[in-house]
């Protein structure tokens, strides 16, 4: 399994971002996703996760009510929509996913990584 994101980028304070991420090889159309952030200096955190098929989702605290991730399995894509962003959203965003179809905001549970997509936010 292979998982690219794009759509990262240098934004002002307020913006939006919309963030995407395509699966190739084994299909994941059973397979909870997430997405997850590292700041430089500072560990990879969860930012929100979805199972297979849409019905369940979690945020971390500091992105609900501001992030939306959603899916479209036909198109075996991962997105992530990112309204009213602010210095501290600054961060290498990563997509995961699992084996499994249950969400979970474990980054030690998820079995397949992206490569990363940067978002800068200034202020």
């Known amino acids: 399994v292979q998982l690219v994101e794009s759509g990262g980028g240098l934004v002002q304070t307020g913006a939006s971002l919309r963030l995407s991420c395509v699966a190739s090889?084994?299909?994941?159309?059973?397979?909870?996703m997430g997405w997850f952030r590292q700041a430089s200096g500072k560990e990879r955190e969860f930012v929100a996760t979805?199972?297979?098929?849409?019905?369940?989702?979690y945020y971390a605290g500091s992105v609900k009510g501001r992030f939306t991730i959603s899916r479209h399995n036909g198109k075996k894509t991962l997105y992530l929509q990112m309204n009213s962003l602010n210095p501290e959203d600054t961060a290498v965003y990563y997509c995961?996913?699992?084996?499994?179809?249950?969400?979970?905001?474990?980054?030690?549970?998820?079995?397949?990584w992206g490569q990363g997509t940067q978002v800068t936010v200034s202020s």
């Open positions: 995961a996913a699992r084996r499994t179809y249950s969400a979970s905001s474990s980054l030690t549970e998820y079995d397949y």
């Open positions: 979805i199972n297979y098929i849409s019905s369940i989702t």
């Open positions: 090889g084994r299909p994941l159309s059973t397979a909870a």
